[in-house]
């Protein structure tokens, strides 16, 4: 089955970096994606990992470790702004089928 | 951004009547896809399309239908709304030759009473 797990809350101080992780277990895995969404708005894609290893992409980084079925996404230079929730999402079931997780929601504080 | 739109934003709906969602694309994508958010769940997948007349049931597919005519609208229907229906339902839009990214629409809050 799928199956992904994070964290459902995190509070952080602004300009400082949060890493909010992301497990799962599956077979077949196949890549692993974050989104960001803001209260009352839509899921905004943020990276995608389909190889073991980093992609940065500006104050985001998202890492991916095949060998422990685990990821996480960088938030560096924390801004108020990036109060929201993240969502890890694999792409197991194939690429019409992504499961979703729960959803971290990160408190950005002053 | 995208082009995407959903509608209607908002509606709220009695018990046992038909609903229809819809959504509108501009980005001429292949893949469509229907989502429901709901606290502790997450993003669920409804129904999906992979082209015109194509679609396929998702996780959460009971009670709802769906319909792809052309490529830029695909429409979700609940045949007789029930109040554990009451979500907020997601359209996304992608193409596999592009990013892996999904492109969400802004949602569509659904009540039923």
């Known amino acids: 089955g799928q199956s992904l797990e994070q964290p459902s809350e995190v509070t952080a101080v602004e300009g400082a970096i949060v890493q909010i992780n992301c497990t799962y277990q599956?077979?077949?895995?196949?890549?692993l994606s974050w989104y960001q969404q803001h209260d009352g708005g839509a899921p905004t894609f943020l990276s995608y990992?389909?190889?073991?290893g980093l992609e940065e992409t500006g104050r985001f980084s998202s890492f991916l470790s095949r060998s422990d079925s685990y990821g996480y996404l960088l938030l560096q230079e924390l801004q108020m702004k990036d109060s929201a929730s993240y969502f890890c999402a694999d792409y197991s079931g194939g690429y019409q089928k992504v499961t979703f997780g729960i959803g971290t929601k990160l408190q950005v504080i002053p | 951004d995208a082009g995407i739109t959903q509608s209607p934003r908002h509606k709220v709906t009695e018990t046992g009547t038909p609903v229809t969602l819809r959504c509108h694309q501009t980005e001429n994508h292949r893949y469509m896809y229907w989502y429901r958010q709901d606290p502790g769940h997450g993003l669920r997948l409804i129904h999906y399309?992979?082209?015109?007349?194509?679609?396929d049931k998702g996780e959460v597919s009971d009670g709802y239908s769906v319909s792809r005519s052309k490529t830029e609208d695909f429409l979700l229907t609940l045949e007789s709304a029930t109040s554990s229906q009451t979500s907020v339902y997601f359209c996304a839009i992608s193409d596999p030759t592009g990013s892996y990214g999904y492109t969400f629409g802004s949602g569509t809050r659904l009540t039923v009473v």
């Open positions: 990992n389909g190889l073991d």
């Open positions: 599956t077979s077949g895995f196949y890549g």
């Open positions: 399309s992979y082209g015109v007349k194509d679609t």
